[in-house]
């Protein structure tokens, strides 16, 4: 890749601004964990993580968790490389047995919802006993479907985000903050 799209994202990444830094996440994270906790340390759950944005909040949130549990993933994805788009497209199922079992899937952000909601829908059609889910952002806006995930983070306001789990053009995942975009 050349170095102008190296310059070009650095540039993404200094003139953003940030909207939640990595301390607000940790506190965020550690009332997530004490709620998911409470609620499910006795029903031996499955934690699915959505890949790909899932990734960060679910290691985080596994962290945080000492009760037995199992980890799993799927992968699926409404944006692709673009910024909208409302048809979601699975690229893996899980491969953990969650017939009759208590499942909790994770994602980074919570934005229209319809990822979220087609995931519980598919996990109950195939014989999960329960869906819990929990994402760290919530985008804050009224163009959602009308469940809410039991677990939230944090309320952000309605700008493309980017960092912990979110891309910017398939970047930036890594960073351990939430940023906007400054165009
Ligand atoms: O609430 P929604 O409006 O459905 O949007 C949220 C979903 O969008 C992003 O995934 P994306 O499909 O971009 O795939 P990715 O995880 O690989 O980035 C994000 O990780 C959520 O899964």
Redesign the pocket.
């Known amino acids: 890749m050349s170095t102008k799209r190296l310059d070009e994202l650095n540039a993404i990444l200094a003139n953003a601004e940030c909207l939640v830094t990595q301390q607000q996440l940790n506190v965020a994270l550690d009332s997530m964990a004490e709620a998911i906790t409470k609620d499910l340390q006795d029903k031996l759950p499955i934690v699915v993580c959505?890949?790909?944005?899932?990734l960060l909040p679910t290691g985080a949130l596994m962290q945080r968790l000492s009760f037995p549990l199992e980890i799993d993933y799927v992968?699926?994805?409404?944006?692709?490389m673009e910024f909208e788009?409302d048809k979601?497209e699975w690229i893996k199922f899980p491969q953990v047995d969650f017939e009759g079992r208590t499942v909790l899937v994770v994602?980074?952000?919570?934005?229209?919802?319809?990822?979220?909601?087609a995931i519980i829908h598919w996990f109950e059609n195939n014989g999960a006993k329960e869906v819990y889910t929990a994402?760290v952002v919530n985008?804050l806006h009224d163009r959602?479907v009308e469940m809410r995930p039991d677990y939230l983070g944090l309320d952000v306001e309605d700008k493309f985000l980017f960092g912990y789990?979110?891309?910017y053009q398939g970047f930036f995942?890594n960073l351990q903050g939430i940023y906007a975009i400054n165009q």
Request: proline share 0%; net charge negative.
């Open positions: 959505v890949m790909n944005g899932g992968h699926a994805t409404r944006y692709g788009g979601l994602d980074d952000i919570f934005d229209q919802g319809h990822t979220l909601e994402a985008k959602k789990g979110m891309d995942r």
